[in-house]
């Protein structure tokens, strides 16, 4: 069974750090486009940041600057570092992995990002 499964969220006052991490299970996330989307209740699923097989890393303008995305290929895990957090951070960040689509594609939710984890609560205080 191909699972995706989040870990480190949590709670983080103003200025602060945390580190996300999603473990792939039952396939390699090296063949796939895998990205980060947050959700606030109420809004919209939103990019966060992704990764291509062809390299590319994309960030939405709010990450650019405060986040670091890496992949940890030995560990079959996507870790998404985030410094200077802000309240506006707070969201359900999840990870999510597309198969169809390695090289590009849209970067907002789509049935191409056929696979998802469960979420984990990050909340920043001020």
């Known amino acids: 069974e191909l699972q995706l499964a989040e870990s480190g969220g949590g709670s983080v006052q103003t200025g602060g750090s945390m580190t996300l991490s999603c473990k792939a299970s039952g396939f390699n996330l090296a063949n796939f486009r895998i990205a980060w989307f947050r959700q606030v209740p109420g809004m919209e699923c939103d990019l966060v940041s992704g990764i291509t097989r062809d390299g590319g890393t994309r960030y939405a303008d709010f990450a650019k600057g405060r986040f670091r995305l890496s992949e940890d290929n030995a560990k079959n895990t996507l870790t998404l570092r985030m410094n200077n957090l802000k309240p506006e951070d707070t969201a359900t960040y999840y990870c999510?992995?597309?198969?169809?689509?390695?090289?590009?594609?849209?970067?907002?939710?789509?049935?191409?990002?056929?696979?998802w984890g469960q979420g984990t609560q990050v909340t920043v205080s001020s």
């Open positions: 999510a992995a597309d198969c169809t689509n390695v090289y590009g594609g849209t970067w907002s939710v789509d049935p191409a990002w056929g696979y």
